[in-house]
């Protein structure tokens, strides 16, 4: 896909490419939209509008650029290669737009700008009301058959989001975040083109894993991160951080950057100086005072409880966010790093709020946070220390061998008690949100795993009273 940088094609040979939608710090009102190009174009723009036919709104379209290197496994000198290649990311942000509708968009620019003939893809904003709604997310994607597999299943769910759990190319192949690690650029290309047909028309929430530090772009290695994606919620920021908080909904989403914390690969270990973990306290607090917000959910990619062979737990998890987790009441976390599916009963300080097999249903409030690992969203399984127990195949195994990152890094042997499901095989994670409509009703989130063929392998239910306020006396 990619020119050198010197060529400049006339605008009409150059076809966009590599769709994908990210919600604004407000999703009932803001998306952006963002795209690649094989080579430098003049005047790119957005078209938008609520008719296929009528698409009469243009926005410009800011142009990021990437110059990336060549760079082999040991290689500590990338630089001396020289630029290989330039990438070209365009972005533009729709504002104003009215909750609940769909809008139609085109993509373009100088020399290629016949809204008639062009491709044309939908989007639709978060509602205003508490209708119900769905969500899906998984981590630890790459490029392969089974990803691009993967983009069916998720569509078939109709989502209203994707939450993408970190691990996303693998065009950073080593993960440790270091200079002399192996890249190919060009892997990027390949990734956009393979999600294109999801993301295209349902927003993709990604949090960033340890593949996505790529150590020749920035000191936290997230520069060329910056111009694939955008990370919302800090629109103060000209560079807003890699962890944001949305409100969909009934629902509080909270993407964080475990990087920061990790002990087991500790490349951006403390970048934030705690920066970080103090707007996660105070965005939690917001988050559980606000009388719209049932549940909290939060994605991030190293496991604070996981027992595969892997990597297992990660302590710094445990030691800067569960606490607070419990503090505020969240009632899910989603993760990746550990390449399969693994639910813990609710915990609350590590210890299990009681078990909870397929089929339960679960009060967070009194219970605890669930936990779940979907790191199987496309690339190689791991393995786990025990057999799988998942719906239909149960094999509980209330004690099992499994190790935990502390604060060295090295990795501690520890007993889990709080493994419920485990399930070695591609697999794809559903939230349904069902609001409660009165004050005092039940809200729940049907919490599901999917094999990659659509099985259910796991169902829980997540239940708390509707936050919402009763109406005022006349």
């Known amino acids: 896909m990619l020119l050198a940088a010197t060529e400049v094609p006339a605008g009409r040979s150059v076809r966009p490419a590599g769709r994908h939608l990210a919600?604004?710090?407000d999703p009932s009102s803001q998306m952006s939209v963002a795209w690649q190009v094989p080579a430098r174009v003049r005047g790119p723009f957005m078209r938008i509008g609520e008719s296929p036919s009528d698409l009469s709104q243009q926005i410009a379209a800011e142009v990021r650029t990437i110059a990336s290197l060549r760079v082999d496994a040991g290689n500590a000198s990338p630089a001396a290669s020289g630029p290989a290649v330039e990438q070209y990311?365009?972005?533009?942000a729709a504002e104003r737009l009215q909750p609940g509708r769909t809008y139609y968009y085109s993509v373009g620019h100088r020399g290629n700008d016949d809204p008639q003939a062009?491709?044309?893809g939908t989007f639709t904003t978060a509602p205003s009301d508490r209708r119900p709604f769905t969500f899906t997310a998984f981590g630890d994607q790459g490029v392969s058959p089974r990803a691009a597999r993967a983009h069916a299943l998720i569509r078939a769910q109709h989502p209203a989001f994707h939450l993408h759990a970190g691990d996303i190319s693998y065009a950073e192949s080593s993960?440790?975040?270091l200079i002399t690690d192996s890249y190919d650029s060009r892997v990027w290309d390949s990734f956009f083109t393979q999600i294109e047909p999801a993301a295209a028309r349902i927003p993709w929430q990604v949090a960033v894993g340890n593949h996505e530090m790529e150590a020749w772009y920035s000191a936290d290695g997230y520069g060329a991160q910056h111009a694939r994606f955008d990370f919302p919620g800090h629109a103060a920021s000209s560079t807003p951080p890699t962890y944001y908080s949305l409100r969909y909904g009934n629902v509080g989403l909270v993407s964080l950057d475990a990087n920061d914390v990790s002990n087991e690969i500790p490349a951006n270990r403390g970048y934030s100086g705690g920066a970080q973990t103090r707007w996660l306290a105070d965005t939690l607090a917001a988050l559980r005072g606000d009388p719209d917000v049932d549940f909290i959910v939060a994605y991030f990619h190293h496991c604070g409880y996981c027992t595969c062979t892997s990597h297992g737990s990660?302590?710094?998890?445990?030691e800067h966010w569960v606490p607070l987790f419990d503090q505020h009441?969240?009632?899910?976390?989603?993760?990746?790093?550990?390449?399969?599916f693994e639910r813990t009963d609710p915990l609350r300080g590590g210890s299990s709020g009681g078990p909870a097999p397929a089929g339960s249903t679960i009060r967070p409030a009194s219970q605890g946070t669930t936990y779940i690992t979907a790191g199987s969203g496309g690339i190689g399984l791991y393995e786990f220390p025990a057999p799988d127990s998942y719906a239909g195949q149960v094999a509980d195994s209330d004690a099992?061998?499994?190790?935990?990152?502390?604060?060295?890094?090295?990795a501690v042997r520890e007993t889990a008690t709080w493994s419920r499901v485990r399930y070695t095989g591609y697999c794809l994670l559903a939230v349904d949100s069902e609001p409660g409509q009165q004050p005092g009703a039940d809200s729940t989130l049907i919490v599901r795993g999917?094999?990659?063929?659509?099985?259910?392998?796991?169902r829980v239910i997540l239940t708390r009273p509707a936050s919402i306020l009763p109406a005022a006396d006349c």
Do not use: K, M
């Open 314 to 318: 990660e302590g710094g998890v445990r």
């Open 89 to 92: 990311y365009l972005h533009a």
């Open 23 to 25: 919600f604004g710090a």
């Open 175 to 177: 993960g440790n975040g």
């Open 118 to 120: 062009s491709w044309t």
């Open 400 to 410: 099992l061998t499994s190790h935990v990152h502390p604060a060295d890094g090295a």
């Open 329 to 340: 009441g969240v009632d899910l976390v989603i993760n990746g790093h550990n390449h399969i």
């Open 450 to 458: 999917l094999a990659d063929d659509g099985t259910e392998i796991d």
